[in-house]
């Protein structure tokens, strides 16, 4: 016997909420940081590296969404360039910061 093994309606409710609940969060936390790095425009050091984390962050968000909606629509080639979008957008994040580490540990 399969303890696990659960029906559609409870798939449904135990982790499509899991998926769709982190992915809205993650819609609204990019949005906060750019709000931020435009209101704070000439304050804030390394803008771009806010702007690389808001699309970093919005990204993840929307693979948790797509997630959410493959159990419904079976979408996997977008959910594939989605994921591959994200992965571009992180390293290109992690480029970022280790190019402006020696800048920001000089900070005050």
């Not at 998926?19 to 940081?33: E, K, N």
């Not at 806010?50 to 419904?72: M, N, Q, R, S």
């Not at 992180?90 to 800048?103: D, H």
Request: glycine share 4%; charged share 15%.
């Amino acid at each position: 016997m399969v303890l696990w093994s659960l029906d559609g309606r409870a798939r449904l409710v135990t982790h499509r909420p899991d998926l769709a609940t982190p992915g809205v969060t993650y819609m609204a936390i990019p949005l906060v940081l750019i709000m931020f790095s435009f209101n704070r425009r000439n304050e804030i050091p390394f803008r771009n590296i806010y702007l690389l984390f808001a699309a970093f962050i919005l990204a993840c968000g929307t693979v948790h969404l797509v997630e959410a909606i493959i159990f419904w629509y079976p979408v996997y080639r977008l959910s594939g360039i989605i994921k591959l979008i994200t992965a571009v957008i992180s390293w290109g994040t992690v480029f970022a910061l280790f190019r402006v580490m020696p800048q920001a540990l000089e900070l005050p």
